[in-house]
């Protein structure tokens, strides 16, 4: 069945989930310095996020696709990132979500096989995930500057 937030098709008795735990046991053993491991959470968390999803879930998962995508950030230094957000209580703003969440998802990344091959997949999916968001920049970077983040 197509996922309706994604449009992945995970094969017959999976689901999208399904195929997210099992890219995140990949991703959390590899114990990789870059951490690409936050990569897939950011890109699945924004291309599964609903009208009933938490601003802060959206936003920090926004943040990390923004600060990969166009500052070139590590996995590790958006973790940092988002633990200093977190230790401010505040409101985020409200973000769209686009009808069309990207060309790549969770089911094309595990297509590639473990190692490289599936670590440039990953950075791809972030990528090309952030492009179909990158309706939201002047609000991601309007957060980052009211925090310090970035100038
Ligand atoms: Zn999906």
């Known amino acids: ?19 997210y735990d099992n890219l995140a046991f ?11 491991h936050q990569l897939i959470v950011d890109a699945y968390g924004v291309q599964h ?5 938490k601003p802060i879930a959206v936003a920090f998962a926004l943040i990390g696709l923004y600060l990969f995508a166009q500052m070139h950030y ?6 940092r990132v988002h633990m200093r957000l977190g230790e401010q209580k505040q ?3 409200a973000f769209m979500l ?10 094309h990344v595990l ?10 997949r990953i950075k791809e999916w972030a990528k090309s995930t952030w492009e179909a968001f990158i309706g939201n920049q002047p609000q991601v970077v309007e957060v980052l500057i009211k925090n310090n983040i970035i100038k």
């Open 74 to 79: 590590t996995g590790r230094e958006v973790q």
């Open 49 to 53: 996020a609903h009208g009933g999803s």
């Open 98 to 107: 686009p009808k069309s969440r990207g060309p790549i998802t969770a089911a």
């Open 26 to 36: 990949y991703t959390l053993s590899t114990g990789d310095d870059f951490f690409i």
């Open 111 to 120: 297509e590639a096989p473990e190692g490289l091959e599936r670590d440039r």
């Open 91 to 93: 409101d985020y703003p």
């Open 1 to 19: 069945m197509v996922c309706e937030y994604c449009g992945a098709t995970p094969p017959s008795g999976k689901s999208c989930r399904d195929l």
